[in-house]
């Protein structure tokens, strides 16, 4: 009776489709937001798009946890699937946060660090997405999964120095006579720092499930 049960229930389901469908959604989001930097007349458009890619992620990451409640067998830990999808959810919720931001105060015009952590931003999510189907066949990508973790923590590094020069030019810039503007500036900054730091616990989920199948 067990094995028929077992048999008619679903087997991993869609997990790794759903990974792979919600780490597009990272690099979709991440370019939208790297083309809002760029300023000007179109910073709303992009605004826009960053806020349906993660709404489109919010539906990935509602079926992901609708199959872990549904699945009987996971390829790995429940709470490894669910600390995965939330984590990836998080970066690209952090990124529609930066991008409301910047609506919020009408801000068309961004200092270069801040295009730069916009770029550091695309290479975290391109690893991501890169990583996240090679958890297919973990132990064969082993090597790889690691470098792709270590790259991102590389970034995260390199972000936060963007983050200290960057604060620091704006002060220089505007800070002594438009204090309005160094706020608005340095919030900016923190959303932008944060979307890294997200992807970097991305980064650290993808190595404990690794730790624990190896």
Not at 15 to 41: N, P, Q, W, Y
């Amino acid at each position: 009776m067990l094995r028929w049960f077992q048999a008619l229930m679903p087997k991993e389901g869609r997990f790794f489709d759903l990974f792979e469908k919600h780490a597009a959604t990272l690099c979709a989001g991440a370019r939208s937001l790297d083309s809002l930097l760029e300023g000007g007349a179109s910073v709303p458009d992009h605004g826009a798009a960053v806020a349906r890619h993660e709404n489109d992620a919010d539906e990935v990451t509602r079926e992901v946890m609708l199959h872990v409640r549904r699945t009987f067998i996971t390829p790995f830990d429940r709470a490894d699937i669910i600390d995965l999808i939330t984590s990836m959810d998080d970066a690209i919720d952090q990124m529609h946060k930066t991008a409301k931001v910047t609506a919020l105060f009408e801000q068309r015009t961004f200092q270069p660090d801040m295009k730069r952590l916009g770029e550091v931003i695309v290479q975290t999510a391109d690893l991501t997405a890169e990583a996240v189907p090679l958890l297919r066949s973990m132990r064969s990508h082993a090597a790889r999964l690691n470098e792709i973790t270590e790259a991102v923590k590389d970034l995260e590094e390199q972000s936060d120095r963007l983050y200290d020069t960057g604060i620091a030019a704006l002060y220089k810039e505007v800070g002594k006579h438009d204090p309005m503007a160094y706020i608005i500036g340095a919030e900016i900054y923190d959303h932008l720092e944060k979307v890294v730091d997200r992807f970097e616990d991305v980064a650290n989920r993808i190595s404990s499930v690794l730790i624990e199948h190896l």
